[in-house]
């Protein structure tokens, strides 16, 4: 129940409950009779019950309120066991307890909504036939996290060949809607994970598909509606099987897919920027053509869209660029500027960047990898101090920050709903900083773009960055 649904009815609880004071009443009149709580109708029940749970997660009020009569426990039970958290260990009496509540009561087990497998996964000692045959007296469970499990209990418990956590044999797989698991999966399996018809929202990290995983489950729909590839890279086969499978995706974020002919650099090392496995080295042109294409999937539900070049190194950009304008609902764009311009070495034009973009969009947002500059370029980790100087000094022409003031000008048009506009370059290179940042208020925008960005109610805010100080 929303925050607003239940102060809704708390109000009309208050009214129902609530009785005019007679001023001229005797005092020898009978008094009105006093309704005693377990008496109220369940419907108000429920509402008190609801308010009590939402202000303590501990669900102590709940229970005191339970052990006061048999009458309240029958309706304070289903937010006892609403969610739980145990520790999947043979000396936890709590484990103990719970697991035996399930399998003697049914009862218990439909009120469950949602389990935390809690502790580290070296806490875990519970062999993972026996957590399934727990799981299948939960059949109303929407949440399931097994952070706390080891490997060897979730990847069984998940991908058994024969009796798979999600599979048509328990009914947690048209039930559970959110799934939170370890690293450590691979990328079958996570072709697999996101087939699940219940599941709405996947994040997954620390993924390298060099080799461009292609297969994928046959007749599979995907009911996603979040997807997130953090820290990783992905081929192009599978996000294409991913997305031409989705009808109604609305946020994914990934890095840009990458071709078959990436090459894979040696792994990073156990140092601070070590976050990433490795990198993928491109002997190609950069091109938006075939992004476009596996994007054209899901244009007609996407409404928030992340899409990075971390950790790539292409060889030189081909001048194409991403068009979104066929995208309905599409508000949030937080992309790589490589996307919708090329290097400025490249001499290409960047006029015309509001007409790529989607006419529902709200938020714009270009990251500038390393060595893709706003107004002055970069080359070997530094920025070429003559074009530094030279933008410090003189008069910035129109010509040069005409693709900017463009989205502006076109508000009216095609962009009424755009509200903010940043163009953010990175600091860094290669996982390392090698640049500091020089923030919007250290350049002296041009008179007739801050008046233009302000008459149109768009905030500009531009990152740029310098060479660091020796």
Request: charged share 25%; proline share 5%.
């Amino acid at each position: 129940m929303s925050p607003k649904s239940l102060q809704r009815n708390l109000t009309l609880l208050r009214r129902s409950l609530g009785k005019p004071v007679q001023a001229n009443a005797s005092s020898t009149s009978p008094s009105s009779p006093i309704t005693l709580l377990p008496d109220l109708p369940a419907d108000i029940l429920h509402i008190i019950l609801e308010f009590l749970y939402s202000k303590d997660k501990s669900r102590s009020d709940v229970i005191n309120l339970a052990l006061t009569c048999r009458a309240l426990l029958n309706f304070a039970r289903q937010y006892i066991a609403r969610d739980v958290a145990i520790i999947p260990h043979s000396a936890s009496k709590e484990f103990k307890l719970f697991r035996r509540s399930v399998t003697s009561n049914p009862a218990y087990g439909k009120y469950v909504r949602s389990l935390t497998f809690s502790g580290g996964d070296s806490d875990s000692d519970i062999r993972s036939w026996k957590i399934r045959r727990m799981l299948k007296h939960l059949p109303s469970l929407h949440s399931l996290d097994l952070r706390g499990l080891n490997d060897d209990q979730a990847k069984p418990l998940l991908f058994s060949s024969k009796f798979p956590l999600l599979s048509g044999h328990l009914p947690l797989r048209d039930t559970v809607q959110h799934l939170e698991i370890g690293g450590g999966l691979d990328l079958e399996q996570i072709s697999k994970l996101v087939s699940y018809p219940a599941i709405r929202k996947w994040r997954f990290w620390n993924l390298d598909d060099f080799s461009c995983y292609s297969k994928f489950p046959r007749n599979s729909t995907v009911h996603l509606e979040e997807l997130v590839f953090e820290y990783s890279q992905i081929g192009f086969p599978l996000i294409e099987n991913i997305l031409r499978h989705s009808y109604q995706l609305k946020i994914l974020e990934c890095n840009v897919p990458i071709p078959r002919s990436a090459k894979e650099s040696s792994p990073r090392g156990d140092d601070e920027y070590s976050s990433w496995a490795s990198e993928a080295q491109m002997d190609i042109h950069f091109s938006t053509i075939q992004v476009g294409y596996v994007l054209s999937h899901v244009a007609k539900t996407l409404r928030k869209l992340t899409l990075f070049t971390k950790e790539q190194i292409w060889d030189k950009h081909d001048g194409t660029r991403l068009d979104l304008s066929s995208f309905l609902e599409l508000k949030e764009v937080t992309i790589s500027a490589m996307c919708v311009v090329a290097p400025l070495p490249d001499k290409l034009s960047r006029q015309g960047l509001y007409k790529l973009l989607p006419t529902a969009i709200e938020s714009l947002k270009l990251h500038f990898p390393f060595n893709v500059g706003v107004f002055y370029s970069t080359a070997e980790g530094k920025v070429i101090t003559g074009e530094y100087n030279a933008f410090g000094v003189k008069s910035m022409d129109v010509s040069e920050y005409k693709w900017i003031s463009e989205l502006a000008l076109h508000k009216s048009g095609s962009l009424r709903d755009l509200k903010e506009v940043s163009l953010l370059e990175d600091t860094s290179a290669r996982g390392k900083e090698v640049f500091d940042c020089e923030e919007w208020k250290k350049w002296k925008q041009p008179y007739s773009l801050k008046c233009e960005f302000e008459k149109a109610c768009i905030q500009l805010f531009v990152s740029l960055r310098t060479n660091k100080k020796e």
